[in-house]
């Protein structure tokens, strides 16, 4: 049976690229959704060329009265995808601390504050799926990622620790860790990308993950492997061979 096809999830950052990517791609499965983010204009664009199967709410994550309001207009969903997301390529060095705070608020905190306004509900009724959207730094520190790497990261620890406490509930927790996906904000990098994604296909492997139910997806293999099994190297032999890896 299908987890897509008549359901609709609130997609959570839904105006650019993977958000994007993955509404089109809910609806072609035969599903319905609900597009938030800041922004109306793109929003309204978008649910106009999914009619009907799809509604706008608009969203800030940063803030508390706006997710109150969000969530009581999206409603009773049966799924949520939380893809809200905020990149400055950023290193130690040039630490811009209101700009990797303002990272944190949108990829970290942002999810606390939408999904513990929606999760407990889910709970109460038996039922619902929760997808988020990580990423392989999530793993390891990275060089250049003061703000983004850590705010992955905790996403990653959220959802584990989502994944213990609703067990036996009837919600199913996910997260899906992509690497690089072409889209406004991996533009900003001046490095070379390996295993570069068009939002298309990483959407695909999401809304793939949804279906099967599987808790966690790395992706693309191989350049997913450099991170996940390099959890077990020694940090400095980690970096030396993420070096290499985009010079290559």
Same mark, same amino acid.
């Given at each position: 049976?299908?987890?897509?096809?008549?359901?609709?999830?609130?997609?959570?950052?839904?105006?650019?690229?993977?958000?994007?990517?993955?509404?089109?791609?809910?609806?072609?499965?035969?599903? %319905?959704?609900?597009?938030?983010?800041?922004?109306?204009?793109?929003?309204?664009?978008?649910?106009?060329?999914?009619?009907?199967?799809?509604?706008? !709410?608009?969203?800030?994550? *940063?803030?508390?009265?706006?997710?109150?309001?969000? !969530?009581?207009?999206?409603?009773?969903?049966?799924?949520?995808?939380?893809?809200?997301?905020?990149?400055?390529?950023? %290193?130690? %060095?040039?630490?811009?601390?209101?700009? /990797?705070?303002?990272?944190?608020?949108?990829?970290?905190? #942002?999810?606390?504050?939408?999904?513990?306004? !929606? !999760?407990?509900?889910?709970?109460?009724?038996?039922?619902?799926?929760?997808?988020?959207?990580? /990423?392989?730094?999530?793993?390891?520190?990275?060089?250049?990622?003061?703000?983004?790497?850590? /705010?992955?990261?905790?996403? $990653?620890?959220?959802?584990?620790?989502?994944?213990?406490?609703?067990?036996?509930? #009837?919600?199913?927790?996910?997260?899906?860790?992509?690497?690089?996906?072409? *889209?406004?904000?991996?533009?900003?990098?001046?490095?070379?990308?390996?295993?570069?994604?068009?939002?298309?296909?990483?959407?695909?492997?999401?809304?793939?993950?949804?279906?099967?139910?599987?808790?966690?997806?790395?992706?693309?293999?191989?350049?997913? $492997?450099?991170? *996940?099994?390099?959890?077990?190297?020694?940090? /400095?032999?980690?970096?030396?061979?993420?070096? %290499?890896?985009?010079?290559?």
């Amino acid at each position: 049976m299908s987890r897509i096809a008549g359901r609709e999830f609130w997609i959570i950052g839904a105006s650019e690229g993977l958000g994007r990517a993955l509404a089109r791609g809910i609806v072609a499965r035969g599903g %319905r959704v609900v597009l938030s983010a800041r922004s109306a204009g793109r929003l309204q664009d978008l649910a106009a060329e999914l009619a009907p199967r799809a509604r706008v !709410v608009t969203l800030d994550v *940063t803030d508390d009265d706006s997710a109150d309001r969000a !969530v009581r207009e999206a409603g009773s969903t049966d799924g949520v995808i939380y893809s809200a997301g905020r990149y400055e390529p950023m %290193r130690a %060095r040039d630490w811009d601390a209101a700009e /990797s705070v303002a990272m944190a608020q949108v990829n970290f905190v #942002g999810a606390l504050r939408v999904l513990g306004r !929606v !999760v407990p509900e889910m709970a109460r009724r038996g039922r619902g799926q929760v997808m988020i959207v990580g /990423s392989l730094s999530a793993h390891r520190g990275l060089p250049g990622a003061i703000g983004y790497g850590a /705010s992955k990261a905790a996403l $990653l620890s959220l959802a584990q620790t989502m994944r213990a406490d609703l067990a036996g509930t #009837g919600v199913t927790v996910q997260i899906a860790n992509p690497g690089f996906i072409r *889209t406004r904000l991996t533009e900003k990098n001046d490095f070379d990308m390996p295993s570069l994604m068009d939002p298309e296909d990483a959407a695909a492997r999401i809304l793939d993950q949804i279906e099967s139910g599987r808790f966690e997806t790395n992706f693309p293999r191989p350049f997913a $492997l450099l991170f *996940t099994l390099g959890r077990f190297l020694p940090l /400095s032999w980690f970096h030396r061979i993420f070096r %290499r890896a985009q010079k290559d």
